[in-house]
């Protein structure tokens, strides 16, 4: 089992910055990736950005390449995602969630992903 708390979530203004972190905890040698992904009212989960815990090859989708960056610390085990220039259609609950099975890692990598955290709320005022 792999445990993940989301944190840093909250409301800011348009242009602004947020940073999220993800805890990692439990059976962590099994990891194969880390990933965010975003959800809306109204709209399907989907993917934002992911690190591969061995090889750290980077992966973002187009509507935040550039303006939101994926880091890591392994000492404290926690998943970042630092967000710059943020936009209205930024606004969703942030989800952060593991892959221990790489032969499942593959675009569009939400299926891949077998531990998911509750989620943390991002507010963009326009």
């Known amino acids: 089992q792999v445990q993940l708390v989301e944190s840093g979530g909250g409301l800011v203004q348009a242009g602004g910055s947020l940073r999220l972190s993800c805890g990692v905890s439990g059976r962590t040698f099994n990891l194969n990736a880390l990933g965010w992904f975003r959800q809306a009212p109204g709209l399907e989960r989907e993917f934002v950005a992911a690190i591969s815990w061995n090889t750290i090859t980077y992966y973002y989708s187009d509507s935040v390449k550039g303006r939101f960056t994926i880091s890591r610390d392994n000492a404290k085990n926690t998943v970042f995602l630092q967000m710059n220039s943020l936009k209205p259609e930024d606004a969703a609950v942030y989800y952060c969630?593991?892959?221990?099975?790489?032969?499942?890692?593959?675009?569009?990598?939400?299926?891949?992903?077998?531990?998911w955290g509750k989620g943390t709320l991002v507010t963009v005022s326009s």
């Open positions: 969630a593991a892959n221990t099975d790489s032969s499942m890692w593959r675009p569009p990598y939400y299926y891949g992903m077998n531990y």
